[in-house]
């Protein structure tokens, strides 16, 4: 960087080589030097050698920038230079500090705005480092410091430091009046020689006070030393600022030092020169007894002008003082005295507390004539923009696109309060600036943002056969989420400064208009405000087709698509309408239609919405009578505000229709559909006859109580269970005709597989017992898929070395199955979920194993026998391997190959394909980038082996898996619910977090309990809940540490973890399309956070893109002696996951770039990212330090992140509920879209189910995003 600016700097000196020269006889050329008393002579010289030399222009500062361009079109070098050195000293030079911020802050804002702000750090060095050498000190104390200064602090010292400097360098005038006073009179002391007088020459604007000889005046100061600067004579001046003040500009004069009272009286008068012919005043109001003056004669002055006498004095004014003849002053006695280096105006500018220039003006001259204020030349105020600074004006934009999509506006609403029925609290907005034509998306949660623009680009790039250039937001953290997917696809992305909404203007005024337009809608007919998703989607359909005066008055619609809207269709919202209902009917005697309400336009469909509010089913029909001045909601009264607690950020969810979430519904333009459109379309709800009378109507409550009936909270109620349980012994499953089937079918099939064959009991071996298990097969709805039986061996009674020798179970690590499920969603792989059956019995044993018959079915024959095992059965110590080993030769000879990073991983290659298999000791999942060749693979392994093909993933190790479209949902609130009817907490209050902020949990706490395996179960079944939920990893590290010895204090603690998943059973982990594949990586530590053993916690997540796929929470095994080095370790942790991650990558042909890793400790950052040696980290294990290696070969990065926005902190101790919602939020851990729930309706009390009926319709109505509804 020197040496660039050195050459800079030599670049733009070389082409003055003469000014050089002059420089450098400069002296030679000026014949005098500068004394006290040749100022005159030497300023004569001195200009001559200025202009001839042509330095006027740099010393008088009006050097201009060179023209651009040279008469001949060519870039004008000179300009060049000037801009290039212009722009590389950022210096603070001749200017005042606050102009110096100004400047700095104008820089800073401008790199804001193109997407590269600059950290406060960095900014500061930059403003030091354009100090001049007068700031020094200042500059080496604030760089030596450790602690964070902020920016506005800096701004504060460095202000204060140059009221000091001025204070320093002022002029003697600036030092307290008696100071001043007693240095201005000569000394009578005779003990002190008397000193040759001395004086200096001031240019005088004005007629001032001179004598008419050249003589000094009368006034002197004593001889002062060579370094002094002279003390400026006021004579009768009242208030007369030096034009010489050190180099200070009045502007930036000090303020006044002191003020003394009753002054004396020679200070407001002047004395004659006896010497003297004439004497002149520069103004009147110094003089007593002034006379007009009604001669003719005139002054001469030095430049040769001639002055006007205006008044004379007569000298019997005057009066003998001290043996000199004094003038009075006219201006009478003043009792305070204030010697300032202020204009009369800053002073009474300063005194008024900083008014505005025309109310100072307006002030002094009504309450004070005798000041002349002019305000043209009171000096910029440093205290204004400190304390009054505003925004300035903003002027309209000329500027339009001339094309659709070359630009779009978009621009995040919300949240909406709780009291919504569509499962949204946000909307979405896309504003095309060619046409202002408006798209919306209704969304749960804002990181739906990006995959709601991604959706909405492939749509309009489709519909409208071009391709979006440039977007424009602001500073949101949802929209900075777009950088990698706008700069994957070469589209450009505009911010608006921080903290500056009036540049988003388009979009924030469309808001405006949108959220105006759709209280109007719901106000004139009194719409519940739960239903106002649909209130906002019928306001930007209306606004798109209505004419707008930006656009001459063409509409939207019409400028996107050269065709005029049609209004014939249109309807009054929310008016009574009765759809055509005769298909529905049962009978002949029903009703052909039912009273409703008209919720907008159905636009897939070419039909009206029509909301039934008696069954809160919506009917979307073409055939419908609307009455547009009946509004049935109107019958009650107002809608009030809502309640306070219905305000609240915890979503509500509501009986109603549902728009899906987080698929997007779309007011799109008036694209005309086909009407080849089934004339029925029928979502099922539960049913209720039409033909049983309806009972009559409740009498409704008029009391203003708020209670919960009419806030629409019920009670949940059961009105059908099924009680069906697991049998644990063979007599209680005999007694059931289901179970018996099972086990005959598993018996069955034993034989089938040859599974044993019955001998003699050996004297010498040892026999196995074996008893049945009962199982349960449930479907992804809850119901009953099947009834399970099966054998299993008692293998806890073998003995290792004799009845089996080695083990091996084929678990894939839980990260691995979620980094396939990420990457199938973001390709849009498929995948299957395979069940082979009976998979143990396809192993074969190598040791000699005996086993009593099963129970039940004893062979009459022989019934002393014992079965000699050929087959691998359940429970058997070696019965996993001996099934993975078959099964790994029939996947060997497919072409599989194992993965090295994770052995139940199997993957095969083609040479543009790829099949991936996860193996979970029985079950299978199958996925990869070619449908064919997953349907081949599963025909291969249906010869191997009996299996079943399950179909898509839904029911998985105890998970839900919901798909919809691109996203995929991952949840275990069946589990939990069972295990909250176990632990008999399904009737316990929800807690809103796992753990309590005020307590810290220590092995010496409460009661050990009597019975700890309660304890310890519960603990291990939670364990299993953490698959999907990294909510309450914590949480159960914490409960984990007392399994040895837990009390009652720790099973509260345990207790609560299962009140906060009682209270949110359907969260889950949620899996989107990323739109890269990046690592990253979050760690932080909680320092000595175990009062038992000091040993800290640390945790850390690891997302694939934009999905959670890696996360851990844990107790380091040693204590550690600072933050900073059980942060290190923590980093430590996270790299090895990320190497163990990449290498998993790279064998799927997935290479990635370095991941990040983002950590809140800079000391062990540092720590990782320097290979030094450190005194204090000595006692680190060397295994610890390969971090550093992968550093320095930048395989990864470590970068900073503020604690506020470490997402890994959940992982390290209790948060508030504020803090660990939005981290739970960001962790993707949601509830489910409403149209993934299915039957949940029955176990939440929050969700119900609505009906959706469907009919054709005439009118030509607009095709939005397709939306699909809750059934």
């Given at each position: 960087m020197s040496s660039s600016t050195q050459s800079s700097e030599h670049q733009l000196s070389s082409p003055s080589t003469h000014n050089s020269a002059?420089?450098?006889?400069?002296?030679?050329?000026?014949?005098?030097?500068?004394?006290?008393?040749?100022?005159?002579?030497?300023?004569?010289?001195?200009?001559?050698?200025?202009?001839?030399n042509g330095f006027e222009e740099y010393i008088e500062g009006t050097k201009s920038c060179p023209p651009k361009e040279l008469p001949t079109g060519d870039i004008n070098p000179d300009?060049?230079?000037?801009?290039?050195?212009?722009?590389?000293?950022?210096?603070?030079?001749?200017?005042?500090?606050?102009?110096?911020?100004?400047?700095?802050?104008?820089?800073?804002?401008?790199?804001?705005?193109?997407?590269?702000?600059?950290?406060?750090?960095?900014?500061i060095l930059q403003l030091l480092g354009g100090l001049g050498p007068d700031y020094n000190s200042i500059v080496a104390s604030l760089t030596a410091r450790e602690d964070d200064l902020s920016l506005h602090s800096v701004h504060s010292i460095l202000l204060t430091h140059e009221q000091r400097l001025h204070l320093q360098h002022s002029s003697p005038t600036d030092l307290p009046f008696a100071s001043a006073h007693m240095a201005s009179v000569p000394s009578r002391q005779p003990s002190r020689p008397h000193q040759p007088r001395?004086?200096?020459?001031?240019?005088?604007?004005?007629?001032?006070?001179?004598?008419?000889?050249?003589?000094?005046?009368?006034?002197?100061?004593?001889?002062?030393?060579?370094?002094?600067?002279?003390?400026?004579?006021?004579?009768?001046?009242?208030?007369?600022?030096?034009?010489?003040?050190?180099?200070?500009?009045?502007?930036?004069?000090?303020?006044?030092?002191?003020?003394?009272?009753?002054?004396?009286?020679?200070?407001?008068?002047?004395?004659?020169?006896?010497?003297?012919?004439?004497?002149?005043?520069?103004?009147?109001?110094?003089?007593?007894?002034?006379?007009?003056?009604?001669?003719?004669?005139?002054?001469?002055?030095?430049?040769?002008?001639?002055?006007?006498?205006?008044?004379?004095?007569?000298?019997?004014?005057?009066?003998?003082?001290?043996?000199?003849?004094?003038f009075s002053s006219s201006s009478p006695p003043r009792a305070f005295v204030t010697t300032n280096s202020f204009s009369d105006g800053a002073i009474w500018y300063s005194r008024l507390g900083h008014p505005a220039a025309p109310i100072l003006s307006k002030a002094l001259a009504s309450c004070n004539p005798s000041v002349t204020l002019q305000i043209n030349k009171i000096a910029p105020c440093i205290i204004f923009p400190l304390a009054k600074s505003h925004s300035l004006p903003y002027s309209l934009s000329s500027s339009h696109a001339s094309h659709p999509l070359t630009l779009i506006h978009t621009d995040l609403w919300g949240p909406a309060p709780s009291i919504y029925i569509t499962g949204a609290r946000y909307f979405l907005i896309f504003i095309d600036d060619y046409s202002r034509h408006t798209w919306i998306y209704f969304l749960s949660t804002k990181d739906q943002t990006l995959h709601s623009f991604i959706t909405f680009r492939k749509m309009v790039e489709n519909q409208l056969h071009t391709t979006i250039k440039c977007i424009q937001s602001d500073n949101g953290g949802e929209f900075l989420a777009f950088k990698p997917y706008l700069e994957a696809h070469g589209i450009l992305h505009q911010f608006s400064c921080p903290h500056t909404p009036q540049q988003n203007r388009r979009v924030e005024r469309k808001i405006c208009h949108l959220v105006e337009t759709g209280l109007a809608l719901m106000a004139q007919s009194f719409l519940p405000s739960k239903y106002w998703t649909y209130a906002f989607q019928t306001a930007v359909y209306l606004i798109n087709l209505l004419p707008a005066k930006l656009l001459h008055f063409q509409s939207p619609i019409q400028a996107l698509f050269h065709k005029l809207p049609n209004y014939h269709h249109l309807r009054v919202f929310d008016c009574l309408c009765f759809p055509s209902l005769r298909p529905y009917t049962q009978h002949k005697l029903c009703y052909r239609s039912t009273a409703?309400?008209?919720?907008?336009?159905?636009?897939?469909?070419?039909?009206?919405?029509?909301?039934?509010?008696?069954?809160?089913?919506?009917?979307?029909?073409?055939?419908?009578?609307?009455?547009?001045?009946?509004?049935?909601?109107?019958?009650?009264?107002?809608?009030?505000?809502?309640?306070?607690?219905?305000?609240?950020?915890?979503?509500?969810?509501?009986?109603?229709?549902?728009?899906?979430?987080?698929?997007?519904?779309?007011?799109?333009?008036?694209?005309?559909?086909?009407?080849?459109?089934?004339?029925?379309?029928?979502?099922?709800?539960?049913?209720?006859?039409?033909?049983?009378?309806?009972?009559?109507?409740?009498?409704?409550?008029?009391?203003?109580?708020?209670?919960?009936?009419?806030?629409?909270?019920?009670?949940?109620?059961?009105?059908?269970?099924?009680?069906?349980?697991?049998?644990?012994?063979?007599?209680?499953?005999?007694?059931?005709?289901?179970?018996?089937q099972a086990m005959n079918r598993e018996y069955q099939a034993l034989l089938r597989n040859n599974a044993w064959s019955l001998v003699p009991p050996p004297s010498s071996a040892h026999i196995v017992g074996c008893r049945w298990i009962y199982k349960l097969k449930y479907r992804p709805d809850g119901s009953i898929d099947r009834h399970k039986a099966r054998l299993v061996a008692q293998g806890f009674t073998q003995t290792p070395g004799i009845d089996y020798f080695d083990t091996f179970s084929p678990v894939v690590k839980p990260c691995t199955i979620r980094l396939i499920l990420a990457l199938a969603v973001s390709f849009q792989w498929p995948v299957h979920q395979l069940d082979v059956e009976n998979a143990f019995l396809n192993g074969d044993l190598e040791e000699e194993v005996f086993m009593t018959q099963p129970q039940g079915f004893f062979n009459p024959t022989y019934p002393t026998y014992v079965c000699k095992l050929h087959k691998a059965l359940y429970g058997l110590k070696q019965a996993p391997r001996a099934w993975f080993q078959k099964l790994w030769i029939a996947l060997l000879d497919y072409g599989f190959q194992s993965s090295r990073a994770d052995t139940s991983l199997f993957i095969f290659h083609t040479a543009s394909d790829i099949l991936i298999l996860l193996v979970y000791v029985d079950d299978i999942l199958v996925t990869g980038s070619s449908p064919t060749l997953v349907s081949h693979f599963i025909s291969y392994l249906s010869a191997k082996f009996a299996l079943r093909d399950l179909g898509p993933l839904?029911?998985?190790?105890?998970?839900?898996?919901?798909?919809?479209?691109?996203?995929?949902?991952?949840?275990?609130?069946?589990?939990?619910?069972?295990?909250?009817?176990?632990?008999?907490?399904?009737t316990s209050k929800p807690a809103p977090i796992p753990g309590r902020l005020d307590?810290?949990?220590?092995?010496?706490?409460?009661?050990?309990?009597?019975?700890?395996?309660?304890?310890?179960?519960t603990v291990g079944a939670l364990q299993y809940v953490t698959l999907t939920r990294p909510d309450i990893a914590f949480a159960m590290?914490?409960?984990?540490?007392?399994?040895?010895?837990?009390?009652?204090?720790?099973?509260?603690?345990?207790?609560?973890?299962l009140r906060y998943l009682k209270g949110t059973i359907h969260l889950g982990l949620h899996f989107q399309p990323a739109a890269s594949m990046e690592l990253q990586g979050y760690s932080d530590a909680d320092w000595a956070s175990c009062p038992d053993d000091r040993r800290s916690t640390s945790g850390y997540c690891v997302f694939l893109g934009s999905n959670l796929i890696s996360w851990s929470s844990s107790k380091q095994p040693i204590v550690s002696k600072s933050s900073a080095e059980s942060e290190y370790r923590g980093l430590v942790s996270l790299t090895a996951e990320l190497v163990w991650i990449q290498s998993l990558l790279q064998e799927l042909c997935l290479p990635t770039s370095p991941p990040i890793l983002w950590c809140d400790n800079q000391s062990a950052a540092h720590l990782a990212a320097n290979p030094v040696f450190h005194s204090r980290s000595k006692h680190i294990e060397l295994d610890l330090h390969f971090i550093r290696e992968k550093v320095l070969r930048q395989e990864l990065q470590i970068c900073y992140v503020p604690s506020g926005d470490q997402l890994a902190d959940i992982f390290t101790k209790h948060l508030p509920i504020t803090q660990f919602c939005n981290l739970r939020s960001k962790l993707t851990v949601t509830y489910p879209p409403l149209s993934l729930r299915g039957d949940d309706n029955q176990t939440d009390s929050t969700l119900t189910a609505s009906h959706i009926v469907v009919t054709k319709q005439p009118c030509n109505l607009s095709k939005p995003t397709l939306t699909n509804h809750l059934t």
């Open positions: 002059s420089l450098l006889s400069l002296n030679h050329a000026l014949p005098i030097k500068l004394d006290r008393n040749n100022y005159i002579l030497w300023k004569t010289h001195m200009e001559n050698v200025v202009y001839a300009f060049v230079q000037w801009r290039r050195f212009d722009r590389m000293t950022t210096k603070k030079g001749g200017d005042s500090m606050l102009d110096y911020i100004l400047k700095m802050k104008t820089i800073s804002d401008n790199l804001a705005a193109v997407g590269e702000p600059v950290k406060d750090r960095d900014h001395h004086y200096h020459h001031q240019s005088r604007p004005q007629h001032q006070v001179s004598s008419s000889s050249n003589r000094p005046p009368t006034r002197f100061h004593p001889q002062q030393p060579r370094n002094h600067h002279p003390i400026p004579s006021t004579h009768n001046k009242p208030h007369h600022l030096s034009t010489r003040n050190n180099g200070v500009p009045p502007a930036q004069a000090s303020f006044s030092h002191a003020m003394l009272a009753a002054a004396p009286d020679h200070q407001d008068s002047w004395f004659f020169d006896t010497g003297a012919t004439h004497h002149l005043s520069h103004s009147a109001q110094t003089l007593s007894c002034v006379q007009p003056y009604s001669g003719t004669d005139q002054v001469t002055i030095g430049d040769g002008n001639s002055l006007p006498i205006l008044h004379t004095v007569s000298p019997n004014s005057t009066r003998i003082m001290d043996g000199l003849y004094e409703c309400v008209f919720l907008g336009y159905a636009l897939a469909y070419k039909g009206y919405l029509c909301l039934d509010v008696s069954t809160s089913r919506i009917y979307i029909s073409r055939n419908v009578i609307f009455h547009e001045s009946s509004f049935p909601f109107q019958s009650s009264s107002p809608p009030p505000s809502p309640p306070p607690h219905l305000l609240s950020s915890t979503p509500t969810l509501i009986n109603s229709p549902s728009l899906s979430a987080p698929s997007s519904l779309a007011v799109s333009s008036p694209i005309i559909t086909s009407d080849s459109i089934p004339p029925l379309i029928l979502v099922p709800f539960a049913t209720s006859s039409p033909a049983a009378p309806s009972p009559p109507p409740l009498p409704l409550n008029t009391h203003p109580m708020v209670t919960r009936a009419k806030s629409g909270i019920h009670k949940k109620r059961s009105f059908i269970v099924q009680h069906t349980t697991e049998p644990r012994t063979y007599s209680q499953a005999s007694k059931n005709d289901s179970w018996v839904s029911y998985f190790l105890g998970i839900q898996a919901h798909q919809l479209g691109s996203v995929l949902h991952l949840t275990q609130h069946k589990y939990i619910a069972d295990l909250l009817k176990h632990t008999q907490m399904e307590r810290t949990f220590s092995q010496s706490d409460g009661v050990s309990l009597s019975d700890p395996s309660e304890y310890r179960r590290n914490k409960a984990c540490q007392f399994m040895a010895k837990p009390s009652d204090v720790h099973w509260m603690a345990v207790k609560r973890i």
